[in-house]
């Protein structure tokens, strides 16, 4: 129940990422969901009240890019979008993606398969990274730390190679998890994700001068405890560096002056600092505490390095071109078909989060609970869906709304956006925010 500062103010109008290409009205809409939503006099609602055409889609869909899913979708493609990959699309049904994954995978004779581990510490770039492999955006990116909650599985399928991206949350510490009351989750995921990699891909963010001289205890001690998981080095956020030189003492410092069993010749490079620990060699998983041993920074066992910007469409290609190559023989996983193991649910509700966490500030967005009220396909078939967000105390519910509900009306239409561009069909949003009782 809403708190009584809120009495009366059972609706606000808002741009909730409606588009309406079907003979259903917003206010007939609006009707139909409150009646849904069951709206008491006290209840604090946001409906949404307004209709994007086609105009504003194409000079919405410039934020996505070039050829993007949106401009595909609004016939904006460029000539030469023919000889790009194709990028499948997510199904808006639950039970379609799930058939789908179920689904005999469509592989040709000389099929090649590689699954790659994401690590890295939280807020390295991984799931950024992730979508950019990926061609959509599929996983929550978000400058707050413990954005990925859990394992995610994305799939880039290209001629008779596949490789499966496992897109971990950030490696984290017990001390931490227990302090924050994190899921533990994201302490053990990125462990069992190993267990069955063919590939690691460690992240590091060379624009944080606090942490990028070094590898996280927790990275070096997955990496030493799957020592046999070959691995590379992505050096992410370069186009952060002022003085790109910075570069070649980080990764001296990064492999300990060894890439591929081969000592790098670079004059200048970081030395390892005292009172620098790093876990010993006997480390056996997520639960272990660090033990005192030789003071270690890198990682000598890389056998590459890669130098990109994650949100450079030319830097990640040369990426994904590696990771093709370094696909082995084997059968497919899934279906060409197949971009994300995630259900529709669970990727409305990350995207969710996703602007909860860039929108609202410090503990509140982790304090915010869902719901979905409706989810279903419409007479002309857009997506109709209806989430409540349940937050604990009255004034996380006016800083969620924001004044006259504009905050929550710009939540809305983002989510509607990327979730327009993930499945490629018509969307219509409404987000209600209730008081926790």
Wanted: proline share 7%.
């Amino acid at each position: 129940m809403a708190a009584t500062g809120w009495r009366g103010a059972s609706l606000f109008p808002a741009v909730l990422g409606f588009w309406q290409l079907g003979p259903v009205t917003a206010s007939e809409w609006a009707t139909r969901s409150l009646s849904l939503l069951g709206c008491q006099r006290r209840s604090v609602y946001c409906a949404a009240g307004a209709t994007f055409s086609g105009p504003l889609l194409a000079s919405a869909s410039r934020r996505y890019g070039q050829n993007s899913a949106l401009d595909c979708f609004l016939g904006l493609s460029q000539p030469d979008s023919l000889l790009t990959p194709h990028v499948p699309a997510v199904s808006m049904h639950r039970d379609e993606q799930d058939l789908l994954l179920v689904h005999r995978p469509n592989m040709p004779e000389n099929a090649r398969v590689l699954r790659v581990v994401l690590l890295g510490a939280p807020n390295a770039g991984k799931s950024t990274l992730s979508n950019q492999l990926l061609g959509r955006k599929v996983f929550p990116v978000s400058k707050k730390v413990h954005t990925t909650r859990c394992q995610a599985l994305g799939v880039i399928t290209e001629e008779e190679a596949q490789v499966i991206l496992l897109d971990t949350p950030g490696l984290i510490s017990p001390v931490k998890q227990k302090r924050h009351r994190l899921e533990p989750s994201l302490l053990e995921d990125p462990w069992k994700s190993m267990e069955s990699a063919d590939l690691a891909v460690v992240i590091v963010d060379v624009s944080d001068k606090w942490t990028r001289n070094q590898l996280s205890p927790q990275v070096f001690q997955c990496l030493t405890q799957f020592s046999q998981v070959p691995s590379i080095l992505v050096m992410n956020k370069v186009d952060c560096l002022k003085q790109k030189s910075v570069l070649l003492e980080l990764t001296a410092a990064l492999t300990e002056g060894v890439v591929n069993g081969k000592k790098l010749k670079i004059r200048q490079a970081f030395r390892a600092q005292p009172g620098i620990h790093r876990p010993s060699p006997a480390a056996k998983g997520p639960n272990t505490p660090s033990v005192g041993g030789p003071q270690r920074i890198g990682w000598p066992h890389f056998q590459e390095i890669f130098m990109l910007s994650a949100l450079s469409q030319e830097d990640v290609k040369t990426l994904k071109q590696y990771l093709l190559a370094q696909a082995r023989p084997g059968p497919w996983e899934f279906h060409s078909e197949v971009l994300t193991s995630q259900t529709p649910e669970e990727i409305c509700a990350n995207i969710i989060r996703e602007k909860l966490l860039e929108h609202l500030p410090q503990e509140v967005p982790y304090n915010v609970q869902q719901k979905t009220i409706l989810w279903e396909e419409g007479p002309s078939g857009e997506l109709m869906i209806i989430q409540r967000l349940l937050v604990p105390k009255e004034s996380h519910m006016r800083i969620l709304i924001g004044p006259k509900g504009h905050l929550i009306s710009q939540i809305a239409e983002e989510v509607g956006r990327d979730l327009m561009n993930i499945f490629l069909c018509d969307v219509q949003l409404q987000l209600s925010v209730k008081l926790l009782t």
